[in-house]
């Protein structure tokens, strides 16, 4: 079983807005109280040193008040090189481009962190490879409306390359919030749903929803 660390601090949102202090006394608090560490950089060297290659999967698509957060991205990748990492050895990334740029998380990284997509944009087919791996993916017999059942492509949804070449550690980066088949989602669905093609026919409708 893994373990839940739950943090607060009253004046962590002030008018509305995210203050650095405050978040960063509580991602101390919490990331010392999960790894039992006596500091910040011990709860890093925790879980990762230098030669690793780390992935951090951001969530933009509620757009830019609905997304992973500046502070809390920029402190995780402050931790990770305190435990040794170079900066080309963090990649920040998501699945789409235009999503990302659009919430503004690519004025977030620093020079040197690196950013990689799975594709260009949203589309309804979802069935590009180029950022894809064609031996990693999920099967099952879910298609949409008018696609040919017998051909592999509509039944599988492929994970991408970033996760399954490019990293040998990744950070899950998601926001709460809500979708109208799956409910509320956090942390999962920004994997299932965040780093691999071909998902849109999981929930095509409110109705037509296999999400679980």
């Not at 900066?87 to 620093?110: H, L, S």
Request: net charge neutral; glycine share 10%; proline share 6%.
């Amino acid at each position: 079983p893994g373990r839940v660390i739950g943090v607060e601090h009253p004046a962590s949102i002030v008018g509305g807005a995210y203050q650095a202090e405050p978040v960063r006394k509580m991602m101390e608090k919490g990331m010392t109280a999960l790894t039992g560490a006596p500091n910040w950089t011990d709860a890093w060297r925790s879980f990762f040193e230098k030669g690793d290659v780390v992935g951090i999967k951001v969530c933009p698509v509620g757009g830019p008040k609905l997304s992973s957060d500046e502070i809390v991205l920029r402190n995780i990748i402050g931790g990770l090189k305190e435990a040794g990492l170079a900066d080309r050895d963090i990649i920040v990334f998501n699945r789409y481009r235009q999503e990302t740029y659009a919430a503004g998380i690519d004025k977030w990284v620093p020079p040197g962190v690196r950013m990689e997509f799975a594709s260009e944009a949203y589309n309804d087919v979802q069935l590009d490879m180029e950022g894809y791996d064609p031996e990693h993916f999920m099967e099952m017999a879910l298609i949409k409306p008018g696609e040919n059942i017998n051909d592999p492509r509509y039944r599988r949804s492929h994970v991408c390359k970033v996760v399954t070449r490019m990293v040998n550690k990744f950070i899950n980066l998601p926001v709460l919030k809500h979708h109208q088949s799956a409910g509320v989602t956090i942390a999962l669905k920004n994997m299932s749903h965040g780093m691999v093609n071909n998902v849109n026919r999981s929930h095509l409708t409110p109705t037509g929803n296999a999400c679980g």
